[in-house]
């Protein structure tokens, strides 16, 4: 393996000018630097991450906890797009990636376990149920956390505005004359009480009185109990003109039995999804629903965990919040 002090003898410098070249300190010429770096590519060089975790007190390993109920794991487009964004970022500073898990082996650890045993330097954790204690242990640990879509009063988050994203939807949907709004809501968290609030909100700024049977609770992801749900809102006595559901995937079940069903989209019955997945643009017909700039939101994420690990003492802890955009299909008829 090739060693600095093999590219100090070669470059006929010290090793801690090829220390300090390798690392772009300013007190050597760009040209020293240069030939001092192209003579390491050429030697194949390569920094040894122990001897750096060493010398920093870090590791460059990021821990990301991703936990998905509806065990889709990273064949759910949302989360696997938000944590490509992540990714990317991460990488582009010197960080790797390390899944948080509850095992090593056949040996079972908690969540903080785990972190130390890898020895990550920040966490990032998305798609997880952050009520669990073991999550909230690991929230509450020394180790520098960056949340998605949920927020802790101590801890930097990274959210979707899901309020305005709602707002826009329902604005969208009235304005196109629809005043019997049905809403299918995934499980309870904080996305989906900033959207049902907002949902609500936007109605009664709107003077649109709905029944409580129009709003049921659903799950995200789940074809299976949107499908369930829409066949219990189709049998009311006065059915609703349109139907909110809580992501796009999901949204494929109410369309079925809706089909299944003899009813037309959006002729008998229109419907609104939430994520602007890729499905979404291929469904007939193309699907009303707001798209999130999940690529944005991993990037965030990947920024300001960066910057609790490097700059702990400046960095303030904050919301990051990113908007979404409305992406208008075919599946919400105009009324007027």
Same mark, same amino acid.
């Given at each position: 393996?090739?060693?600095?002090?093999?590219?100090?003898?070669?470059?006929?410098?010290?090793?801690?000018?090829?220390?300090?070249?390798?690392?772009?300190?300013?007190?050597?010429?760009?040209?020293?630097?240069?030939?001092?770096?192209?003579?390491?590519?050429?030697?194949?060089?390569?920094?040894?991450?122990?001897?750096?975790?060493?010398?920093?007190?870090?590791?460059?390993?990021?821990?990301?906890?991703?936990? *998905?109920?509806?065990?889709?794991?990273?064949?759910?487009?949302? &989360?696997?797009?938000? /944590? #490509?964004?992540? %990714? @990317? =970022?991460?990488?582009?500073?010197?960080?790797?990636?390390?899944?948080?898990?509850?095992?090593?082996?056949?040996?079972?650890?908690?969540?903080?376990?785990?972190?130390?045993?890898?020895?990550?330097?920040?966490?990032?954790?998305?798609?997880?149920?952050?009520?669990?204690?073991?999550?909230?242990?690991?929230?509450?640990?020394?180790?520098?956390?960056?949340?998605?879509?949920?927020?802790?009063?101590?801890?930097?988050?990274?959210?979707?505005?899901?309020?305005?994203?709602?707002?826009?939807?329902?604005?969208?949907?009235?304005?196109?004359?629809?005043?019997?709004?049905?809403?299918?809501?995934?499980? *309870?968290?904080?996305?989906?009480?900033?959207?049902?609030?907002? &949902?609500?909100?936007? /109605? #009664?700024?709107? %003077? @649109? =009185?709905?029944?409580?049977?129009?709003?049921?609770?659903?799950?995200?992801?789940?074809?299976?109990?949107?499908?369930?749900?829409?066949?219990?809102?189709?049998?009311?006595?006065?059915?609703?003109?349109?139907?909110?559901?809580?992501?796009?995937?999901?949204?494929?079940?109410?369309?079925?039995?809706?089909?299944?069903?003899?009813?037309?989209?959006?002729?008998?019955?229109?419907?609104?999804?939430?994520?602007?997945?890729?499905?979404?643009?291929?469904?007939?017909?193309?699907?009303?629903?707001?798209?999130?700039?999940?690529?944005?939101?991993?990037?965030?994420?990947?920024?300001?965990?960066?910057?609790?690990?490097?700059?702990?003492?400046?960095?303030?802890?904050?919301?990051?919040?990113?908007?979404?955009?409305?992406?208008?299909?075919?599946?919400?008829?105009?009324?007027?």
């Amino acid at each position: 393996m090739v060693s600095m002090k093999d590219i100090a003898l070669k470059c006929k410098v010290s090793i801690a000018t090829v220390s300090k070249a390798l690392n772009d300190h300013s007190d050597i010429s760009q040209e020293k630097k240069q030939i001092i770096k192209d003579t390491a590519k050429e030697m194949g060089y390569f920094p040894n991450s122990a001897a750096r975790a060493l010398k920093t007190n870090r590791t460059y390993n990021i821990g990301v906890l991703f936990v *998905d109920d509806a065990n889709s794991g990273l064949t759910h487009e949302y &989360f696997a797009s938000v /944590l #490509e964004g992540f %990714k @990317v =970022e991460a990488e582009k500073n010197g960080y790797d990636i390390t899944f948080i898990n509850h095992r090593i082996g056949v040996r079972k650890m908690s969540y903080l376990e785990h972190c130390k045993y890898r020895g990550v330097d920040g966490v990032v954790a998305a798609c997880v149920n952050f009520n669990r204690p073991e999550v909230i242990e690991l929230i509450e640990s020394d180790i520098p956390v960056v949340t998605i879509d949920h927020i802790f009063n101590n801890r930097t988050a990274i959210i979707s505005d899901n309020v305005k994203g709602m707002h826009d939807l329902v604005e969208y949907v009235y304005q196109s004359g629809h005043r019997k709004i049905a809403y299918i809501h995934g499980a *309870d968290s904080s996305v989906t009480n900033g959207r049902l609030a907002s &949902f609500y909100r936007t /109605l #009664e700024e709107l %003077k @649109v =009185e709905i029944p409580d049977e129009y709003v049921k609770e659903g799950a995200y992801r789940d074809t299976q109990k949107a499908e369930e749900l829409t066949r219990e809102l189709l049998q009311l006595k006065e059915r609703p003109t349109c139907i909110f559901y809580p992501d796009d995937f999901a949204c494929i079940g109410g369309i079925n039995v809706i089909k299944g069903l003899g009813y037309q989209i959006p002729e008998d019955i229109s419907v609104v999804g939430y994520d602007g997945l890729t499905i979404s643009e291929v469904l007939e017909p193309k699907l009303t629903t707001l798209k999130q700039d999940t690529a944005k939101l991993g990037r965030e994420a990947a920024h300001h965990l960066v910057n609790l690990i490097e700059k702990p003492r400046t960095t303030v802890i904050e919301r990051i919040v990113v908007q979404g955009k409305m992406q208008l299909g075919k599946s919400v008829k105009n009324q007027k």
